[in-house]
């Protein structure tokens, strides 16, 4: 056993392993052997084996708070992490004054996107041991994933600090600082720290590829190129490299050459990148929802771009970081990233239908009309896409095409309160009255809360001088959505037929605030509703 610990001290692990095997084959009971063992095999790779040691060992004695630790590792390596976390729990409490095992746990919490209980276990890490430089910089990590980018910053900077007092300098926390940088619109920051994580060492996997993100952003596109390179010539299957080396080239006219590079993409995506990419997509989106329900914009952000970065080449992870962007009214960001989902995957009919939407957002109607036509062009018998393009061509003032395009959304799915609205909107535009009111009665038979469809029987009463009616109608309509400016308008227009002053004087206020909509729908209620 002595022979057995001084290989594995001195870093002999294969002989560690022939020595302890040899004298379990003595004494097989000997729990003392079988935790030895358990250790070796972890340090040489093979969590399956070793946690079968142990397994064996705590049959007959009961582990330590050290063996707990590598325990709950070597479910970290198989990639369970509940089960990772369980044991590294239970050996931080079996050794409170273990910093590695602490910060392990915060390691498996933040992989899990725990960020909370992540952050508390750097924490405690670093009460235990306040010069653990990784724990100080893996802080500042949990800081970024919960948005607190001021105190992100100082623990890199501390991190920093530690390991230059420690004297073993680390790039991490530059780099670290650096991504953090970039996110908060201060890239033209990163370069400095950038340099400093050069003189540690000049080149790295994760160093160039982050350089040529920061040079990208400041549209210094050779120097970019330059950094993607030295980062493919380490990583040359890296499908998200060859993506950012291509909008680097693309940036500098040499649009062969990006061509070429975003094709290699593909085909790398399409050998290599399918199954842990659509765990990264269906993991970010359902921590993305969860954030999202609980009203925390911010984290929802947050975790999309954590996924974004982590693939920036796959066109799945972009769309899905866009509809988070879109939710927290990010149009701009949210454009960007669909249309390098599209630069990638140009045949992704749903990321054309969420680009159209948001330059839609972003007031550009004619764009949005254009890639609603490209998707409808791919899905031509869906009704809500019918619907969109009707819905843009009427911002365009295109009535006719609008019509044709409610009408059609109406043959695919005639159970729809929607477009029969918009029709009774373009009836009473075009002074109808009879065909708009039935159109509006026909749209709340199928959703008798619909704010336009009552706000438009409203405003026939009302030019009708059938001001009780009237008011009736536009009472319900801002109940159901009190933030629709055009029925607040009418609705104080029928309270001074009636006398009530002081009423529509605040209905009036409420038309003119500037949290009030100007219309009742827009396309992703209605697509929701259609769902």
């Known amino acids: 056993m002595r022979e057995a610990r001084a290989a594995l001290r001195s870093g002999r692990f294969e002989l560690a392993e022939q020595t302890v095997r040899m004298y ?3 004494h097989p009971a000997s729990p003392e052997a079988q935790y030895l063992l358990g250790f070796i095999l972890f340090r040489r790779d093979r969590p399956r084996e070793s946690l079968a040691a142990f397994t064996r060992a705590a049959a007959i004695q009961k582990p330590s708070a050290a063996a707990l630790k590598i325990v709950g590792l070597d479910y970290a390596l198989l990639g369970d992490y509940p089960d990772a976390i369980k044991w590294l729990e239970q050996s931080a409490a079996g050794d409170p004054r273990d910093a590695e095992a602490a910060y392990h746990l915060g390691r498996v919490c933040y992989l899990q996107n725990l960020f909370d209980r992540s952050l508390a276990a750097f924490q405690r890490a670093l009460e235990i041991d306040p010069r653990y430089g990784k724990a100080e910089n893996n802080l500042g990590l949990a800081y970024a994933a919960r948005n607190e980018s001021e105190r992100a910053e100082a623990a890199y900077r501390k991190a920093m600090e530690i390991d230059r007092a420690n004297g073993a300098p680390s790039q991490e926390p530059y780099i670290n600082l650096a991504e953090l940088l970039l996110g908060e619109n201060r890239a033209s920051d990163a370069p400095a720290i950038l340099d400093a994580a050069a003189a540690i060492r000049p080149k790295s996997d994760r160093f160039g590829e982050v350089r040529g993100r920061v040079f990208l952003s400041l549209g210094r596109m050779a120097e970019a190129e330059a950094a993607l390179r030295d980062a493919l010539a380490a990583q040359p299957e890296s499908g998200a490299l060859h993506y ?13 050459d990006a061509a070429r590079e975003f094709a290699r993409c593909q085909a790398l995506l399409a050998a290599h990148a399918p199954a842990p990419n659509l765990a990264l997509r269906a993991s970010a989106r359902a921590a993305a929802a969860d954030a999202l329900a609980s009203g925390d914009k911010e984290r929802a952000m947050a975790i999309a771009q954590s996924a974004r970065d982590a693939a920036p080449g796959d066109s799945g992870v972009l769309y899905e970081f866009a509809l988070v962007a879109m939710s927290s009214s ?23 239908y969420a680009l159209a939407r948001t330059y839609l957002a972003q007031s550009k109607p004619q764009l949005a009309e254009a890639q609603m036509r490209l998707y409808l062009a791919a899905r031509p018998q869906d009704a809500t896409a019918q619907y969109g393009l009707g819905y843009i061509l009427a911002a365009e003032q295109k009535t006719a095409e609008a019509k044709t395009c409610f009408e059609k959304s109406l043959a695919l799915q005639p159970r729809q309160a929607e477009s029969l609205f918009e029709l009774g909107e ?5 002074g109808r009255a009879d065909d708009a009111a039935r159109r509006f009665r ?23 001088k059938e001001y009780l009616t009237a008011e009736k109608q536009l009472a319900g309509s801002v109940r159901s959505a009190p933030s629709f400016q055009k029925a607040h308008y ?12 002081a009423e529509a004087d605040r209905e009036f206020a409420l038309a003119k605030s500037p949290g009030t909509d100007s219309g009742a729908a827009g396309l992703e209620p209605v697509r929701a509703a259609s769902k």
């Open 426 to 430: 373009i009836a009473l535009r075009e």
């Open 24 to 26: 379990l084959a003595a």
């Open 442 to 464: 026909e749209a709340l038979s199928f959703n008798p809360a619909h704010a336009g469809a009552l706000a438009g029987l409203g405003i026939i009463a009302y030019r009708a």
């Open 244 to 256: 950012q080396l291509a909008r680097a080239l693309k940036g500098q006219g040499k649009a062969e």
């Open 490 to 501: 009418y609705y104080g227009l029928t309270l001074s037929k009636l006398g009530r002053k």
């Open 330 to 352: 990010l149009y701009e960001d949210a454009r960007l990233a669909l249309e390098h989902a599209l630069e990638i995957q140009p045949e992704y009919p749903d990321a054309r």
